[in-house]
Antibody
Framework: EMQLVESGGGLVQPGRSLRLSCAASGFTFEDYAMHWVRQIPGKGLEWVSGIGWNSDSIGYADSVKGRFTISRDNAKNSLYLQMTSLRAEDTGLYYC?????????????????WGQGTLVTVSS | SYVLTQPPSVSVAPGKTARITCGGN??????VHWYQQKPGQAPVLVIY???DRPSGIPERFSGSNSGNTATLTISRAEAGDEADYYCQVWDSSSDHVVFGGGTKLTVL
């Protein structure tokens, strides 16, 4: 069974850093682009960042560019999101999501698998 | 940046047809994907490339896309279809994934 499991969320003060992880199983992780999508509880979905299968293509939403860094370790079947200079508006449930196209960049595709999310709360 | 506009809410009687729209400038030239999200759950892909259904999604779910509007159609609506629905596209001008604001479907 294909599965994504996020971890690393928690309560953090504004201006501090946090690193999220996403563990993949049940599919060949290294062959697929991956993304982070967040959702403020009770609100809509917001794309945060995406990374191609071989890390050659990477993109960020304007709201996080320069503060967040996406990366992947294909040997560990893991996706990461390093978040720095956190703000109250970064609070939300962070989902890890997979593109279904084999060996593609992070662009122009749908999400066929989502994790259950990890909650990040930025507050003093 | 590219904007997708969805109605905040749509209501439908059981057994009737619900239509959820997703408006965007020349959205008909883009591939639109739709997700269903039930309370406390992760989103699930229900339509991709405007009108294709993933395996396991009932035929009652269909999609179309033309001009400035994409539409998700749910035929013979059931209580289990109550959820939030989101449209999504790729904006090539910004290299960003874009989601619509979401539509809450109520079956009553």
């Amino acid at each position: 069974e294909m599965q994504l499991v996020e971890s690393g969320g928690g309560l953090v003060q504004p201006g501090r850093s946090l690193r999220l992880s996403c563990a993949a199983s049940g599919f060949t992780f290294e062959d697929y682009a991956m993304h982070w999508v967040r959702q403020i509880p009770g609100k809509g979905l917001e794309w945060v960042s995406g990374i191609g299968w071989n890390s050659d293509s990477i993109g960020y939403a304007d709201s996080v560019k320069g503060r967040f860094t996406i990366s992947r370790d294909n040997a560990k079947n893991s996706l990461y999101l390093q978040m720095t200079s956190l703000r109250a508006e970064d609070t939300g449930l962070y989902y890890c999501a997979k593109n279904p196209t084999l060996r593609a960049g992070y662009s122009n595709d749908r999400f066929d698998l989502w994790g259950q999310g990890t909650l990040v709360t930025v507050s003093s | 940046s590219y904007v997708l506009t969805q109605p905040p809410s749509v209501s439908v009687a059981p057994g009737k047809t619900a239509r959820i729209t997703c408006g965007g400038n020349y959205v008909g030239t883009k591939h639109v994907h739709w997700y269903q999200q039930k309370p406390g759950q992760a989103p699930v892909l229900v339509i991709y490339y405007d009108r294709d259904r993933p395996s396991g999604i009932p035929e009652r779910f269909s999609g179309s896309n033309s001009g400035n509007t994409a539409t998700l159609t749910i035929s013979r609506a059931e209580a289990g279809d109550e959820a939030d629905y989101y449209c999504q596209v790729w904006d090539s001008s910004s290299d960003h994934v874009v989601f619509g604001g979401g539509t809450k479907l109520t079956v009553l």
